[in-house]
């Protein structure tokens, strides 16, 4: 029986640059931030990130690991617009494909699939067909009508975070949303998932709660990493809330070029996960004072 | 008490008010609205005129009875698991009207929610296209602008991230479930119900005038000859809106008396 477990940073030593990496989560919701982290902390490049995107696009694009964003949003949620994520597009810094949330979500299956495409109604009109000119549409078989011709949304790499997970790989996704974790898993080469907990395989339906949190396989897994507040400053329901104060001094920090050195300096720019944790301990009391 | 009623209401009442009735005779489909105006008025129609219209608190649950904006899921009766994959499943089917906030639209219902300026590298990256693209070619759509002037009502938008008419109607059968049904701003209402399906004058709030609207508007709207005022909510709307579903008051927030 494989025992899956590894660090983040061995994750990271699996990928390589260039590579096309999908991140599960919606916005600044069950993001797996351990693994993005690991990634800011390594030498990675010209990454392409394939996101329903928060902090995880916003951070990558800005540290200058990521070539080129895939994307239908980029939300921090309770802050509607994604700071860094505006640095980097209004700086002209990254190369942007803007698909509908549909599209993407098609997109992910026609990969899940091998197909190379999947039809779509979603995107037509729009000028989402002008700025992206790859994009076709293909008439149907079948009647009069015109529809969008979907590709796949091939990856190589998927990172998600779960709330729990056994060492095997299998893993419950808990919370009221599962977002579209399974097909990136799926759509991808290999996938990582991180956890909140990982447990022994006979105590995951119990961890889980219910069966129907049970999505994630160990057939669609690589590796599993044990994250605690690994989501964190995404929110990782029912576990934990967005972390909301540290929301707020993230997006105000990005928002000046000093102010982000110093965040940099203090969050990011550390050596390990456990480091960043440490210091997110100190600003939370901080904080509470 | 009419009279008592046309004192009483604010002009973010008369807002709601507007909203719910863009819902009215929806039925048994989903009503998506986005943002504190929308989500209030919405709320209004079912508790009112439209009971069979499903509501979500915005992320996965669907609820019954009347919910206070912002209740927690443990303060309703949550009765449908709604995630967002499932959403954008659901939208294809058409059962589903959303009222989305645009950052600025055009004279036949083409709006942007993407970025302000050249696409490629914007002066100002908003939030992307989101389901916009999907929703309006999909399904019935409404727009809430809560500060109606020139730079959102303009008449070029940057990135067509919504489906207006003239864009549906280019896109052949695949448009023939393409509806713009309203826009509701702090000035007015808007609709389409004009042959060329262009921006049409509905109706201007209390205290505003035909000029006004027009003066804030960047492309010439279709403006009747009598242009009726939009009707005050009444006094059990007023009642429903004030103790039930806003009672902190964050409609007046969005748009102050």
Partial sequence: ?289 | MSTDTLTDATRADVCVAAVADCFRGDGEIIGSPMGTIPTIGARLARATFEPDLMLSNGESYFFEGDARLGAKPDEFAVVGWIPYRQVLDVLASGRRHVMMGPVQIDAHGNANISAIGDWARPKRQVLGSRGGPGNTINHTTSYWIPKHSARVLTPKVDMVSCVGYDRAAATGSAGRFHEIRRVVTNLCVLDFETDTKVMRLRSVHPGVSVDEVVEATGFELVVPAEVPTSRVPSDEELRIVREVLDPRGMRLREVPA
């Avoid at chain 1, 779960?162 to 097909?183: H, K, S």
Wanted: glycine content about 6%; charged content about 25%.
């Fill in chain 1, 1 to 289: 029986m494989a025992d899956k477990r590894m660090t983040p940073d061995q994750v990271v030593a699996r990928l390589s640059d260039g590579m096309t990496v999908g991140i599960g989560g919606w916005g600044s919701r069950r993001k797996p931030m351990a693994l993005v982290r690991a990634i800011l902390r390594s030498d990675l490049k010209d990454l392409t990130i394939v996101s329903y995107g928060g902090p995880d696009v916003g951070l990558l694009a800005r540290a200058g690991k990521a070539r080129k964003l895939v994307y239908a949003f980029v939300s921090l949620d309770s802050i509607p617009l994604e700071p860094n994520f505006r640095h980097v597009r209004e700086n002209g810094l990254v190369e942007a494909v803007e698909y509908d949330e549909g599209m993407f979500l098609t997109g992910l299956r026609a990969a899940a699939q091998r197909l190379p495409f999947l039809p779509t109604r979603a995107g037509l009109g729009s000028d989402i067909l002008t700025v992206s000119p790859h994009l076709k549409t293909i008439e149907s078989p079948y009647d009069d009508e015109t529809l969008v011709a979907m590709p796949a949304l091939n990856l190589d790499v998927a990172l998600i975070h779960a709330n729990v997970a056994d060492e095997r790989g299998n893993a419950a996704l808990t919370g009221p949303d599962q977002f579209m974790d399974d097909l990136f898993c799926l759509a991808a080469e290999k996938a990582y998932v991180s956890a909140e907990r990982v447990v022994p395989s006979e105590e995951l339906l119990k961890a889980a709660g219910c069966v129907h949190t049970l999505t994630v396989h160990r057939y669609m897994t690589h590796g599993v990493v044990e994250a605690p507040n690994g989501a964190h400053f995404t929110e990782c329901p029912p576990e934990y809330g967005r972390d909301e104060a540290f929301q707020k001094a993230y997006a105000t920090a990005a928002a000046d070029p000093e102010a982000w050195a110093a965040f940099e300096q203090r969050f990011l720019k550390v050596e390990s996960e456990a480091a960043y944790q440490a210091a997110v301990a100190e600003f939370a009391k901080e904080n509470a004072k």
